[in-house]
């Protein structure tokens, strides 16, 4: 089974800048795409700059979040301070996180690989945790030997 851990957080606050999911949830191509383009846009016209500029730590986070049955998405700092330019604040709870960590060449690469391991091995193969429902996040925290590292946090609830 892969690397991951269980680990007790507490609440916190991610303030996002999001898109609406078009590709089926099943289309893990297109949905891919969708996540790319949204990335190149927010680095492009600097909306990731300026949330860069009120984050309380380096991390970046790409939030998923199903809101009323639409697929969102979202480019993230954590925060307390508020953004004109936001258009979600993600309230994620205290409780237990899956956590999957890893290393990629790319930010994209790095989320796609996380995103694959936990919902596509730990998730399914899990006996005593389950995930069910709410915001997950792919955190993007840093770059070392040419690599960017991050981990994966996914609430979950013991069975």
């Known amino acids: 089974m892969a690397n ?8 916190f606050i991610v303030v996002g800048i999001g898109i ?31 949330l860069k ?11 998923n979040e199903a809101v009323n049955n639409k697929m ?3 480019a993230g700092v ?18 237990e996180y899956l956590v999957v960590k890893g290393e990629g ?17 730990v998730l399914p193969e899990a006996q005593n945790f389950a995930y069910v ?3 997950n996040a792919t955190v993007e925290m840093g770059q070392r030997d040419g690599l960017v590292y991050g981990e994966m946090w996914i609430p979950v609830v013991r069975k």
């Not at 991951?4 to 609440?11: I, M, R, V």
């Not at 954590?78 to 409780?95: D, H, N, W, Y």
């Open 72 to 74: 969102m998405y979202y």
């Open 105 to 121: 060449k790319t930010a994209e690469e790095l989320s796609n690989m996380l995103t694959g391991i936990a919902f596509g091995q």
């Open 20 to 50: 609406e999911l078009q590709s089926d949830y099943t289309d893990y191509v297109g949905i891919n795409k969708e996540k790319a383009d949204f990335w190149e846009a927010v680095k492009q016209d600097g909306r990731l700059d300026t």
């Open 133 to 135: 429902g709410g915001p």
């Open 78 to 95: 954590m925060t307390e301070a508020s953004l004109p330019e936001a258009t979600r604040v993600i309230q994620f709870p205290k409780g």
């Open 53 to 63: 500029a009120v984050a309380a730590n380096d991390y970046i986070f790409a939030v």
């Open 4 to 11: 991951y851990t269980l680990e007790e957080k507490d609440s």
